[in-house]
């Protein structure tokens, strides 16, 4: 739930200055648009993939939700690298 605001937090705070705001704001919506498009799809390819090449990581047919953990365990391990606050922001 608060993840959305926080997000939207680090992408203004991101932003070189309050100049760029809008465009910084543009091209993030355009990569949240495109993800949200090409989620599904991925995911059920490779959900589709497992299942039919049981062999696939040898999960027998779970081996797309291996793959989606350590991907979410990489996104939270990034998401830790954040800075912990909004210091280099230039203000014009």
């Known amino acids: 739930m608060f993840t959305i605001g926080i997000s939207f937090i680090f992408l203004n705070n ?3 200055s309050r100049a760029h705001l ?6 993030a919506q355009m990569v ?3 993800t949200r498009a090409l989620g ?3 995911a059920a390819s ?5 299942i039919s090449h049981p062999e696939f990581l040898g ?3 779970y081996g797309v939700f291996v793959l989606l953990g350590l991907f979410t365990g990489v996104a939270v391990y990034c998401s830790l690298l ?11």
């Open 14 to 16: 991101a932003a070189p």
């Open 22 to 27: 809008g465009t910084t704001n543009g091209l």
């Open 32 to 34: 949240v648009s495109a």
């Open 40 to 42: 599904p799809f991925g």
């Open 46 to 50: 490779l959900y589709s993939v497992s």
């Open 59 to 61: 999960l027998r047919g």
């Open 82 to 92: 954040l800075p912990d606050d909004g210091a280099g922001r230039n203000e014009e």
